[in-house]
T-cell receptor, first 116, second 114 residues
Framework: AQSVTQLGSHVSVSEGALVLLRCNYS??????LFWYVQYPNQGLQLLLK??????LVKGINGFEAEFKKSETSFHLTKPSAHMSDAAEYFC??????????????FGKGTLLTVNP | ETGVTQSPTHLIKTRGQQVTLRCSSQ?????VSWYQQALGQGPQFIFQ???????GRGNFPPRFSGLQFPNYSSELNVNALELDDSALYLC?????????????FGQGTRLTVV
């Protein structure tokens, strides 16, 4: 069964520093991978997605992620953190829920804190 | 293009009661999925509706049920509420049979069971 593991429930960085949020997946078939961000008391906003093709994916707000099949990883990075990046980040994999249907399976999330 | 909207935003219910949560899907989307997000956890898949029929279900008991209407809006119903049902309930809409490529989420309904 497909699953996602996010390493580190809480990451703290200084403003301007590199952001690295780790995600490893388990999938018996080529995965569709996503990163979502959740600000307090809000729903989920899609940051970026990997379906097929280029393994380096660029998203909104300066974030990007690289799909590495050999490492079963899809880590999220941003070169320079901004205070507004403070939020919870979820990695997700799209898996079949029956027939030709798909659902999202999420990791437990990583809370990003940005210090001034 | 309108986004996904959910109502109400907050709700307090008593254990044993029933609740109905509502979701309007994004324009042009025919699939709605519901997720439960307990405090400090990632969202968990409840079920999905495609063209008014249930199209996949997660590990939730039958007291969690739903509907999808011809305009693709959806309801989540929970009977016999338990304290553990307290969570943020998220609705997501997508095009096609499920969230293979992209899902758009509403802001959620915060349900508190006391």
């Amino acid at each position: 069964a497909q699953s996602v593991t996010q390493l580190g429930s809480h990451v703290s960085v200084s403003e301007g520093a590199l952001v690295l949020l780790r995600c490893n997946y388990s999938s018996s078939v080529p995965p569709y991978l996503f990163w979502y961000v959740q600000y307090p008391n809000q729903g989920l906003q899609l940051l970026l997605k990997y379906t097929t093709g280029a393994t380096l994916v660029k998203g909104i707000n300066g974030f990007e992620a690289e799909f590495k099949k050999s490492e079963t990883s899809f880590h999220l990075t941003k070169p320079s953190a901004h205070m507004s990046d403070a939020a919870e980040y979820f990695c997700a994999v799209s898996v079949r829920s029956g027939g030709s249907n798909y659902k999202l399976t999420f990791g437990k999330g990583t809370l990003l804190t940005v210090n001034p | 293009e309108t986004g996904v909207t959910q109502s109400p935003t907050h709700l307090i219910k008593t254990r044993g009661q029933q609740v109905t949560l509502r979701c309007s899907s994004q324009s042009g989307h025919n699939t709605v999925s519901w997720y439960q997000q307990a405090l400090g956890q990632g969202p968990q898949f409840i079920f999905q509706y495609y063209r008014e029929e249930e199209n996949g279900r997660g590990n939730f008991p039958p007291r969690f049920s739903g509907l999808q209407f011809p305009n693709y809006s959806s309801e989540l119903n929970v009977n016999a509420l338990e304290l553990d049902d307290s969570a943020l309930y998220l609705c997501a809409s997508s095009q096609g049979q499920g969230t293979r490529f992209e899902a758009f989420f509403g802001q959620g309904t915060r349900l508190t069971v006391v």
